[in-house]
Every structure is written in structure tokens, then in C-alpha cells.
């Protein structure tokens, strides 16, 4: 696919470029979650310089599935996805931020190939001040995986 088909943008000190494979509706849910995400300010000198690039050729949306199912489905996701790569994981289970940080960290220990690095670990709540939620989930974990070299 042409790099004119893949969308940029700029959240959470990373510069996150969106595969070209990813369907037109996940980059459009992606890009809508994303903004939930808070964004640092940047000095123009600056921005080249302090963000990171993320390549999200994947993505998981556990919205409404309850633990274990976001880790399952992220497991089985990362087989998609190779040294250098991201997966972005959604989900509005508690569990899954420890569950998914662990699971990570464990990569890190492991002598196993693939090394993961948990890039985004945020949380967003958009929860009213009586208690509604403007949307369907007052709470989600944002996860950003990158599979990285062990060495």
C-alpha cells in the first residue's frame, strides 16, 4: 500500500502512523480513541526531536469484554505483528491494565523472541459530573505495544 493511504497523528509524545492495512473503520475508530488521549504540549523546535514514532499495524478493541478476552485477543494479535511494529489495545475491563502490563513485563524477563514494550499505558474517563457517561464507556485502557529486539 502507498504511505499516502496511511494517516499521522500526533498524541502522547509519539507521532503514531496507522498501517495502510488497517480498514478504513479501524483507523477511523482508532483515530477517534486516540483523541480521548491527553496530548503534551511541544515547543515547534522540539517536536522532531522528543516524539518517538509509534507504526500501529494492528488493532484490539476490548470494549465491553470482560477479563480474560482483551489479553487473549492482544496475545493472539501480536502474532501479526513484527519487530518494530505496534498493536493498539482497547478495553473497559479493570483487569485488563494489569493484566496486559504484566503480560509485557513477563516478555521482558522471558528469553522468549519477542520482547514487548508497553509504550501507552493510559486510562481515560469521560464520566460526567452526575455521574452519566457521555458515551458508551466512561472508562477505557489505552494500551500501544511495540514488539521490539531482545538484544
Do not use: W
Request: glycine residues 4%; proline residues 3%.
Amino acid at each position: 500500500m502507498p504511505a499516502a493511504s496511511e494517516l499521522v497523528i500526533e498524541r502522547v509524545s509519539h507521532s503514531i502512523q496507522l498501517s495502510a492495512n488497517l480498514t478504513d473503520a479501524q483507523q477511523n475508530d482508532i483515530a477517534s480513541l486516540l483523541e480521548l488521549l491527553p496530548t503534551e504540549s511541544h515547543n515547534s523546535d522540539n517536536i522532531a526531536t522528543s516524539q518517538s514514532e509509534l507504526n500501529i499495524k494492528g488493532f484490539v478493541d476490548g470494549r465491553g469484554l470482560a477479563c480474560p478476552m482483551p489479553l487473549l485477543k492482544t496475545k493472539v494479535a501480536l502474532r501479526d505483528i513484527t519487530v518494530g511494529e505496534s498493536l493498539y489495545v482497547v478495553a473497559t475491563d479493570p483487569n485488563s491494565q494489569a493484566d496486559i502490563t504484566a503480560f509485557c513485563r513477563q516478555s521482558q524477563q522471558s528469553q522468549s523472541a519477542d520482547y514487548l514494550e508497553l509504550v501507552v499505558n493510559e486510562v481515560t474517563d469521560h464520566s460526567s459530573a452526575d455521574g452519566t457517561s457521555l458515551q458508551r464507556f466512561a472508562t477505557i485502557y489505552h494500551f500501544i505495544i511495540t514488539k521490539t529486539d531482545s538484544n
